[in-house]
């Protein structure tokens, strides 16, 4: 919104300078203000483009925060369940405006995922819960959940059917 606002100003200004012979300084100022509007509005559909969820490794990838998602491994999370929360859209109009929200439960006995940061906007991280906008994700339904479930528990059964071939493999290898 407030990328959008400057950048309109600012290509306001720089085709007044240029309509009406302006000073040049303005027209200058408008156009660096337009550059780094432009670059906010690069930036900001990057961001809402990126995946929420992903799985790499054994990982699931959780993108709530700038910079490398938080690797969270498989075997920790429990379930995904559907929720709702508040948007965090700017304005009164959205103060009392609700978001479907996705919950992975992790377990609590993995101290170092009970609370992580996050940018507000997009999640939060606490209590070994990450609840995740739906603000700005793909729709979230009964269906969409219980799909996230079901890839969970095969992603969790594949691992430790590894785990144990690995551990048989060892115990045939030193006999």
């Known amino acids: 919104m407030v990328y959008g606002g400057l950048a309109m100003l600012a290509l306001a200004t720089v085709a007044g300078a240029v309509a009406n012979s302006l000073p040049r300084w303005i027209a200058s100022l408008a156009g660096v203000v337009l550059a780094f509007a432009m670059l906010g509005v690069v930036w900001l559909v990057v961001q809402l483009s990126r995946p929420r969820l992903g799985f790499h490794d054994g990982n699931l990838l959780v993108f709530v925060r700038q910079g490398p998602p938080a690797r969270v491994p498989v075997t920790a999370v429990e379930c995904f369940l559907l929720g709702r929360g508040a948007t965090f859209l700017p304005g009164r109009q959205f103060a009392e405006v609700e978001t479907v929200t996705l919950v992975v439960r992790i377990s609590p006995k993995v101290e170092a995922l009970r609370q992580q940061s996050t940018d507000p906007r997009l999640g939060s991280w606490c209590d070994s819960h990450i609840t995740l906008r739906g ?22 059964k594949a691992i430790r059917a590894t785990a144990r071939d690995l551990q048989t493999n060892g115990q045939n290898a030193a006999t």
Do not use: F
Request: hydrophobic share 45%.
């Open 135 to 156: 603000t700005w994700c793909e729709p979230l339904t009964v269906s969409r959940v219980n799909d996230l479930n079901a890839r969970l528990a095969a992603a969790q």
